[in-house]
């Protein structure tokens, strides 16, 4: 089985050796042409000694190739079951590519012959094998690399696609494997190479399934049913909640070019991946050849990659998130990048001042509480009145009349210098008390809309928005009392329900 | 050692006697029309099991040991390549001594072939599959209990730990409806037919003839698809040769009953 999958494949790169192999110059973006794929991804037999490929832990990356031509490129991948800590004082079984979760990354170039060596450790309880997405050829070096514990696999693929890459296991059950963390990326450098950056990371989101619940202690067991369900019990970066926070906090300084590769293992759950405080200067959605510019989150598949750029300008801590946001602050999908360096005031002040804000009605609730003390013992002023009804005209009614009382023409009709407003004080309550519906011409200018009902304010509060409206923008002065607004209230006759 | 070195002695001395009894003896499982996991043919979902009788519990380093002594072309060290791998009995002390401390523990570290050998000289042979999935069925309490969530959950604990750890003596775990222990929660077990139930090397693959002849089914036809504690058995069964060993495959014997009469 293995060597006939091998076979073919072998038999398929033949077959596509000799095309391509000129056009290595295509840019990676802004041109329609496209980079020719696969078809264009041969470009001979590999030149020179083999090469054993440099395999690097999360959250490290390994160099770049900088090779110009195709090389044989030798990869030794171990698996190993590993019992760790998923969170603070709970440890999970974790079955691994290399040791950790993600596994090990791999980084080879476009046209490379890879020569695979997948290792079952011997402690091993199951047997395994790996999927790259990065492969041409049948389950993507699945079946050719099924391995029993204490036994290694081999096979080999020539890399035609550039491009960032997920492998997985495709054991049976595949969705257990998977969920016991066994993925990882490998990338396909493009001929000509990455651009320089100063800095890059490698970050891969999992999602987890656990007998007990979020953060309950000791050994917990994989749940088959909630991974079934989809109901993820932690969602992570790298593995570990802890993973890339506090001391293992992803750190780099201001002035950088930072570079993610950012994969999603799944096995369920598709990624909102974001950065809090940066904005990516640059996606390559999917891993693919083309970008996009000035992303907030980008959404990474479950079995697919993203690498995002920026450029870090101010210092502080930077915060990796899924903003499917209650899977951040409740599952465990956070991780920090700690960006040291001096502080851009021009770009970012940082806290300025911390004074008392108070929005609506509330923004003054002193005049409100005065006026409502005053009312009560008797003892009010139309002074007290106008500062108490300026505050609640704010929160209630100048959102449509505006503050200055000017209404918006043909919209929200005026209270200042309003004709329809001081032709008739009773009526003015009740529009206040009850709102107002169809055609009024204030000021020569038509009106046709809703003003709804401000029952809810009670009679001491219309009362004073009423005196301050009176009081104001040139308007001619007048007191409405609260009793008035009581009588007018009585004398309405109001649905069963609606608010009094 | 010095025990070990005692029953040595003793068994040195009865030469007459099936030197390897198998300490805890053997169980009648009547036979059963049943639907398997692993179909026997494609269309078919019924599995048709003789009367057949079980060992109760995993065979031991300490009877496998008495085995190897008895018939040395199996030692460590002795016995050929084609049939056993380089892990072959590596954990034991000696060629011919497990070590005290993994005496009463199940043998692991043994190849299809070897296990064959042990099972035969006793006059019994491993079982098949069908057999051993009839007998892994049943709960403490009833004959079939595949469709109880919280046994088939109970059952998936074990596969959520490593194989680090040490494993427990023969024999300790729960009887279960028939009176076999072990059959969850132990060790893998190979069984007599592993080499014709290969899985599908990649267990996404489906409906390739090829693969339903060469390669028996694969994983996509099987039955029952919430049954991942059997799955995981059978994809581990496929991916062992007969000649490879593993730290957490071990096995036990059965004989048809016919035989016994």
């Not at chain 1, 890459?165 to 990338?187: D, E, Q, S």
């Not at chain 2, 979902?45 to 079980?54: E, H, M, S």
Request: proline share 6%; charged share 20%; hydrophobic share 40%.
């Amino acid at each position: 089985m293995a060597r006939t999958t091998m076979t073919m494949l072998l038999a398929a790169a033949l077959l596509l050796a000799g095309c391509g192999a000129t056009d290595k110059t295509a840019p990676s973006s802004d041109v329609a042409a496209d980079t020719g794929g696969s078809r264009k991804g041969d470009f001979g037999p590999p030149q020179g000694e083999p090469v054993h490929a440099v395999l690097t832990s999360p959250p490290l990356v390994p160099p770049a190739t900088n090779r110009k031509a195709p090389a044989k490129v030798i990869v030794e991948l171990e698996v190993i079951e590993v019992d760790k800590q998923i969170a603070e004082g709970v440890n999970y079984t974790f079955w691994t590519f290399g040791g950790t979760v993600p596994g090990s990354f791999i980084r080879v170039r476009q046209g490379d012959t890879v020569e695979f060596h997948l290792k079952n450790h011997p402690g091993s309880k199951m047997p395994h094998n790996i999927d790259l997405h990065g492969v041409t050829g049948p389950g993507g070096g699945a079946a050719s690399s099924f391995t029993a514990p204490g036994h290694q696999s081999t096979f080999t693929f020539k890399a035609l696609n550039q491009g960032l890459y997920v492998y997985h296991c495709a054991t049976a059950p595949v969705g257990m494997h998977v969920a016991n963390g066994m993925y990882g990326l490998i990338l396909i450098e493009p001929p000509e190479g990455l651009s320089p950056v100063d800095q890059e990371f490698y970050v891969m989101q999992g999602d987890f399934y656990t007998v007990g619940k979020y953060r309950e202690k000791g050994h917990q067991a994989f749940d088959m049913q909630k991974a079934i369900d989809e109901n993820a019990t932690y969602v992570l970066f790298n593995g570990a909640e802890s993973a890339l926070t506090g001391p293992s906090a992803l750190k780099a300084k201001t002035g950088q070019h930072i570079r993610m590769f950012v994969g999603n293992g799944g096995p369920n759950l598709v990624s909102s991946f974001h950065l809090i405080g940066e904005i990516f200067d640059k996606v390559q959605y999917e891993g693919g050849t083309r970008y996009q510019e000035n992303v907030q989150t980008t959404l990474i598949p479950a079995g697919g990659a993203v690498t995002v750029e920026f450029h870090t300008e101010v210092p502080g801590n930077y915060v990796l998130v899924d903003h499917s946001i209650f899977r951040a602050f409740n599952k465990g999908a956070l991780a920090i990048l700690e960006v040291s360096g001096e502080p851009r005031p021009e770009i970012y002040s940082g806290k300025q001042g911390d004074e008392v804000y108070l929005s609506d009605k509330l923004s003054n609730p002193e005049a409100v509480a005065t006026a409502a003390v005053a009312s009560a013992s008797g003892t009010l002023t139309r002074e007290q009145q106008v500062k108490a009804g300026e505050v609640l005209f704010k929160g209630t009614c100048s959102a449509c009349h505006q503050e200055n009382g000017a209404g918006i023409e043909n919209v929200f009709p005026p209270l200042a210098k309003s004709d329809y407003l001081l032709a008739n004080r009773k009526r003015a309550i009740g529009v206040a008390l009850n709102g107002l519906t169809g055609p009024v011409t204030v000021n020569g200018v038509s009106y046709n809309s809703v003003m709804p009902p401000m029952s809810q304010l009670n009679d001491d509060e219309i009362a004073n928005i009423l005196t301050f409206t009176l009081n104001s923008w040139g308007n001619n002065g007048g007191v409405v009392t609260s009793a008035e607004v009581k009588a007018e209230r009585a004398n309405t006759k109001r649905t069963e329900g609606a608010a009094h | 050692m010095r025990l070990a070195g005692n029953i040595t002695l003793l068994f040195a001395l009865l030469p007459g006697i099936t030197a390897f009894a198998g300490g805890t003896g053997s169980v009648p499982i009547p036979g059963a029309r049943f639907e398997s996991v692993l179909p026997e043919a494609p269309g078919t979902k019924i599995a048709n099991v003789a009367p057949f009788r079980l060992d109760v519990s995993l065979v031991s380093n300490a009877d496998f040991a008495r085995f190897v002594r008895a018939h040395p072309e199996w030692r460590r060290g002795s016995v050929k390549p084609l049939l056993a791998d380089a892990g072959y009995l590596q954990h034991w002390a000696n060629a011919n001594e497990p070590g005290e401390s993994s005496a009463r523990k199940p043998v692991t570290q043994v190849s299809w072939f070897a296990a064959s050998a042990y099972c035969e000289a006793r006059g019994s042979r491993l079982p098949r599959w069908h057999e051993w999935e009839l007998a892994a069925a049943a709960s403490d309490a009833v004959p079939d209990a595949r469709a109880d969530p919280a046994w088939r959950q109970r059952i998936l604990a074990w596969y959520s730990t490593s194989a680090r750890g040490v494993l427990p003596d023969a024999g300790m775990s729960q009887a279960n409806y028939y009176g076999v222990r072990d059959l969850h929660g132990v060790a893998w077990e190979w069984v007599l037919d592993a080499g014709s139930m290969m899985v599908s090397d990649d267990s996404r693959e489906q409906g390739d003839p090829d693969l339903q002849r060469f390669c028996g089914s694969g994983a996509l036809s099987l039955e029952q698809k919430e049954n991942y504690a059997l799955m995981m058995r059978i994809a581990m069964l496929s991916s062992m040769k007969a000649s490879y060993t593993s730290g957490s495959m071990g096995f036990r014997c059965a004989t048809d009953i016919e035989e016994r009469r």
